[in-house]
């Protein structure tokens, strides 16, 4: 670990009430934006988007309101966003929402003047998180990110996960040149976020902390990073479904996320992430943070074989009374504790007991090799994904 590489350019604005400065920020890096917001008209979230229009219009910012964004953002949903602000020649990004929110908004950024988009180009070429790549276009927009939950990380780093719905595909594309410019983070945003999407949310920000801990590229910087995040979000997790608008753990998740998406954006994920991609591609509807949910068991009982001293570190978090046990015999705890985690929030499943065919199954294990082989052979993730389907195939 004496060589590694750091790198988290996004400023962050973190604390209650700070979402009052975002018309004072995306002024500072133009006069006008396109506000990246999620489609659905009855969204608990209206009176959030409300309240940023008429933050962005104290502040003089002419913008356009894009609520088109779906959960896994479609390429058609990039497309009609980058039209629009090529009409109306905007000049900022402001994405307020989720991850899908704030993926759409980075991919509007960055492809904006690329002219004609060929995605499987895009698939291939933007696939790693440490390359240094040049522009598509001649430039990219700013983007200003205000995450309305605690577990993307989206709004502190260089991936957007973009689907081809038409093709079942389900792809993450990195960017070094789309980190938000700004992060507001302000826990009081995620208060009316309901138990199971909080859990689901929550759960990504533990896999993004525990992905890169384990990770060869980890560094000092992600592992202490990561740590701190996995330990809040043992304690506080499980107490927020429970009692959802307690702003104290609201705070402390939110500031755990937002130390997770930094691990992640410079250790980058393991098997979960792109398998999931690839169970996202498939069967849009089954939430990120939910797939992964339905791996992690198979997946810790693999990885403490691979990594146990990293393992055993997160199996003390748990129980602070395996310090006095060996490396082996703490990791060889994780994987009940992994189980017991996800029963307390709620998500312990299944993907065939959440409606996933066979046929959908064997659709996903055809289309999973190039993405995930780099990780483990073949044969073991077949058996990850045949243990988290949940039938003996």
Sequence with gaps: MADFMFYQPTRIDFGAGKLEKAGEIVASYGDSCLLVTTTNKEDVLRPLYDRVKKILEKAGIRYVHFDEVVPNPDIRGIAKAIEIVNKE???VILAVGGGSSMDTAKSVALFHDAGEIHWKEVFSKYSSPSAVYELPGKSVLPVIAVPTTAGTGSELTQAMIISDQENN???CVYHQAVFPRVAIIDPELCRTLPSYPTAI????AFTHS????VR???SPYTMLLGKEAMRTIIQVLPKLVKDTSNMEYRESMSRAAAFSGISLSNASATIPHPLSEVIGGVTPRIAHGQCLACLYPAFIRFQITKTPEKCADVARLFDPA???VSDEEAASHLPAQIEGFLKEIGLYNTLSNLGVTKEQF?????????NVLPFAPKETLLQIMNESYGEKL
């Design 216 to 218: 060869e590229l980890a």
């Design 322 to 324: 395996l310090a006095q």
């Design 89 to 91: 020649k905007l000049q």
């Design 362 to 370: 064997e659709e996903m294990k055809g289309n999973f090799v190039f």
């Design 201 to 204: 949310t929550g759960f990504d």
């Design 210 to 213: 525990f992905e890169s801990y």
């Design 169 to 171: 595909d389900k792809e």
